[in-house]
């Protein structure tokens, strides 16, 4: 959704997360509590991510349905959980969650927030008044308890196979490969 030739930011949140990523496995100190808190916190956010993957039909309809109804951008909803989780997961004392948390919140604000006010430009830009609307009541990035309504024919379907289309397996993936070497991390420390 993202303006022709948008931010530098926009072309390079994937590989500073990658930076971020490396960094956070270098300084990780994680044990077998932090691995399983912070796993099933990231899993939390894997699933909103593949439960807004199936309900976005990119640039042809606004989406407005799943997790559309409680927030404009559930993938970064579901990135920033992801990476709470990934946070908790690497650290073992309070002392290292407030280092990596504070480096993970300077990184996601840094990069992200930017991110959803350019894209939100372009969808205003495409849908207008349609998404005027529903930007007056859908908050950016933090969820509304109560799902938004536009109306009957604005009810899209989860649809699976968008998850494959939009490869959002490799969120799983990357997730899976992350853990397993945190795990690792924790057993080689003993």
Known sequence: MARRGGTWVQRWRVPLGFVCAGL???????DRRSL???GAVALVGLGIRAWASGHIRKNARLAVSGPYAHTRNPLYLGSF?????????ASSSLWLFLVLAGLFAS?????????MRVEAATLAEMFGEE???YA???PLLFPRLTPYRAGESSEVNFDPSL????REYRAALGLLL?????????VLAF
């Not at 959980?81 to 997961?89: D, P, R, S, V, W």
């Not at 990184?107 to 991110?115: A, H, K």
């Not at 998850?163 to 939009?166: A, D, E, L, N, V």
């Open 131 to 133: 998404y005027g609307r």
């Open 107 to 115: 990184l996601f604000l840094g990069i992200y927030w930017p991110v």
């Open 24 to 30: 956070f496995i270098i300084l990780a100190e994680p």
């Open 163 to 166: 998850y494959m289309r939009y």
């Open 136 to 138: 007056a009541q859908v």
């Open 81 to 89: 959980i992801l990476g709470l989780g990934f946070t908790l997961a």
């Open 36 to 38: 399983a808190i912070g």
């Open 178 to 186: 992350a853990w397993c070497v945190l795990a690792l991390k924790t």
